[in-house]
């Protein structure tokens, strides 16, 4: 058993080395390169994921897993699991054939280029034909996946294991209704003031206070690295190569620094991964899902608390005299937590963001139902925005052009961030519980005892649970939208006085 | 005819698509990745090795290399020579064991680690276990190899194909005999002044000069970049993506400068190579030598002369009015080529050059012959370096860890500097003759009408012609030291006032 086990590994951490490989070319991609060299980077992105794909599906591979799987009483517990894991993952990419993949590949890399094209130029016509090709794949994906109800089923199963069309649907009812409730509350109370955030913040500065803020968080430099993209990201070559970007906009001080201590809490779930479990199901996220609750934990639940800038807020103020040196904590606390309708969804507040979320999420189940007006999607998505967030986007960019996910193939994606946002008010309450001191050192500055917390409930763990599974054992119940809604509540009845 | 040959184009490119793949996480790995990450870099690049060995030496590819060799009459002259090229390479190939390139492969990172590491505590001592493994691979590559005479023309074929050690041994001759003589020459006239190279430059500056020097020689920043690295080199990832590295040191104007022009001349190349020949042979650069003779025809025929100075000189003194505001272009142009006897090869004349080069390859010959002392293989450097340059090595940084070659695998690769050398001197020779305005566009800041030249001779052919054969087509005779001896006689003499 255990030289089979051990062929196993070797195969699945063989295909590790490719995907990260593959990791490192796209990264140096956003990062990096240079324009005219996209060409030749899309046919070396294809072929990589060519031979990934041939490795994951070859049959004697496939052998193997069943007779692994068969005897998996013989296994540890998690060895079963990752058998289990791979097995169906075999299952799902024997379905694709190599040209699709590679197809897909180059497909990829062409709607990005397009999208950065139409991003520089702010017009969507200039992405409009890549996104239609895609569009198009996405559709054949889901025949070639196969799905019971809704075609959407078929994608999400990639990003959020074991979640469908119906649980989304009942969470955003939620959303629409309890949320939306509370918003409308809020509007009828006196705004905050964060017009200060809009005040001149040099890059330079701005630059080093992330890097200080990721430091505190606990990020491993010595494992990583923070570079400038378009988009910011997270990307894991290994639990010891763990990279975030960020942006900077000297006029908007929010811009960097959430999306800094957003990505941040990505990557410490990735340097957090179990180094020896290389390229195993054991060393993997679980589900983007829970890849966002580390993210938004962070970002929100931690990086948007009074506690966390009463640790900060005086360092900060140094660094930027001029421009925060007549705000009180309290002042920037209310400002930084300001509810308004917006445009942008990185830069949105922790209510509408969902409403966000919500419009990308119906326009991806139209384009896979055949029904994206795309030749107009730019209006079609401004409609959208008028409607829910009653906002007028006056531009491209700031409209449809804003994200990077569909260029990338990523339909079926955004739902996990509102999943993300749900699961990280209900382990974060957990995480109180479990540590009664916790608000106390981060008001410190001590993040060490969290990020412990994390490691031992959710990183150590890799992929041995599912998400409903670690829910489950982390908090004793299943994913529960009152946690999310009483976080949201409690905090904003103090900020707007309510 | 037609789709045998198509057959080996997706082959080949898909080889290309590896090998560039390889290259991508190479000089990630020296520019960017974190320290803890070398590890997994080291397995994802044997992985990605393996694969690309597997590929080439794949009995079907070499069937189907066969058979259109066979039939080469029926191709284009071009296509045929690729076939030849590509057979020979898989011939070669073959030779090895997947076992092997893999494990080389990651010998190669756990060598370049520890002399990262080395270097950084200025000890050979941490280098020296990692050397000796390294030095027993490639012992025990020449014998899987097979050679002729000398180990060494197992090795540096790889590099420099068709050149032998007899060759290189008459070279050396020369340098020893012919350019040695001339030194001693030089060292009894009045030395020139070049102090203020080492006055303070700072580094934002130097970095803006290189880059401007880069955009003058016709680099295009569309399709490539520049970074810092340890040791400044080229690396290629398709003719569209070309980069090059650099370093500076503020006290040292010369380093990042000449560096800057040398990398720029291996890009140029790599940049002029036909993107429609992407991963054949006809896409490809000929030998070390030819590449090198690229980048010291623009370092040192055009990037030490006087013209090429006339027109940067003004330029260069605006940027740094404190450190070269009083020094005349005369005698900058002494200053920048004076003759000296010193410690590192990349900062040495162009006539001392060649004895580094020599102790480098009498020590690889000395290692491949299993004589070399490596327990103290820097003493045994140190030796050399006062026998024949007359000079103390104060430490190892300065003196066996100043290379990075050994580190990479790269033994039999030195030689080719020198041939590089004396290529481009004949081969300028030969510019100036057919373009009798050459000079007067270098000084006028004109450098298109060289760079036309050079891509009509050198880099629209690939790999087509050999070295030698390349050699005779543009200059009308086989490689003749006299142009190289001629060149320093005629400039030095100048100079030096002999």
Redesign the interface.
Known sequence: MSTLYDQYKTTL??HA??E??IA??QW?KEV??????S???A??L???SG?AHELMTDNAFGDLLQQLDEKSDQLAFAQAKNIKGSLKEYQREKKYSTDFVMRRSRVVSNTYDAWLKAREANDYKLYKEALKQMVELKIEETEVLGYDGHPYNALIEEFEPGAKVADIDKLFTDVRQRLVAFAAQLKEATQVDNAFLKRHFPKSKQWDFGIHLLKNMGY??????QDISAHPFTTS?????VRVTTRIDEQDFGNMTWSCIHEGGHALYEQGLP?TE?GLPSGKYISLGIHESQSRLWENNVGRSLPYWRAHYKDLQKVFPESLGDISINDFYKGINRVEPSLIRTEADEIHYHLHVLIRYEIEKAMLEGKAPLDSLDEYWNAKYKEYLGVDVPDDRRGILQDIHWAHGSIGYFPTYSLGSFYAAQFFQQAKKDIPSLLTHIEAGNNAPLLEWLGEKVFQHGRNYSAQELCERITGEALNFDYFMDYIEEKYRNIYEL
Chains 1, 2 share one sequence.
């Open positions: 951490q063989k080395d490719i990260h490989s490192i070319l140096d990096n390169a240079p324009t005219k060299g060409d030749m980077r046919r070396q294809a072929t990589l031979m491993d430099f010595e494992a990583g690295r070559f290994g639990s010891r190569d180094a290389y």
